[in-house]
């Protein structure tokens, strides 16, 4: 690892917005960690949580917590949240494969899925966070009808996702192919994560899909 990521990852136990254990917090992160009842958004796959410190800037009245595995990334929306004085904006260092262990049944109110890993290679697909076992997870912990959000760059994981989420019967509420290219008018969209400048700046169309499960 890079001497600057050492040193970031390194750092995050001192973070008090920053969780890397959470089995004490499943199913009381809005009354122990947040110190609210107000309903509590996920970020997955949060990279330096773009989504998550733009959304809780947003929305004083709702809780959001960005989910990555790699720490030094999480120290960047961490810190980033500490110095804004966000107080409803959390990260949580776990492999999405474990987000059972750290919440509770219909304990989220709504999820983003924002430029996860495609793994294009065919024999990899279980791997991708919109694969049939990673819905089984998202399907506990959402509440009825709770909104899943997922922006991909990726041709191969945006199709892949909506023949799943047919298979699997969900409700697809919108899917762009590029979301350039239409007056959509979600507003939301237009909060650019550090991944999606990279895939804007080489021409690569964003997509979009919003499903419930
Ligand atoms: C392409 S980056 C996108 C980061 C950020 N969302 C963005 O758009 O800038 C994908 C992120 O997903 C995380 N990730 C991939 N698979 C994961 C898993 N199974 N559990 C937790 N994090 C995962 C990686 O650590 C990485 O930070």
Redesign the pocket.
Known sequence: MAKKKLIRFAALPDLPNVRQQARDLRGFWARQFFNNNHPITL??????G??TVALAQRFPGNNFIG????GA?LWVGATQALQLGLTNAGFLR????DLQHAFAEQEIHEIWI????PHPAFGKRR?R?TSPRFLTIYRALVQPRGLIHL?TDSEILYHYTLQTLCDEGADVLTALPDISAVDHGLELLGIE????KIHRQEGRPIRYIAFTL
């Open positions: 970020e997955l796959a949060c990279g330096k773009d989504y989910v990555d595995i790699k990334r776990t492999a999405i494969e924002t430029f996860p890993d791997k966070l922006k994560t550090t991944y999606e």
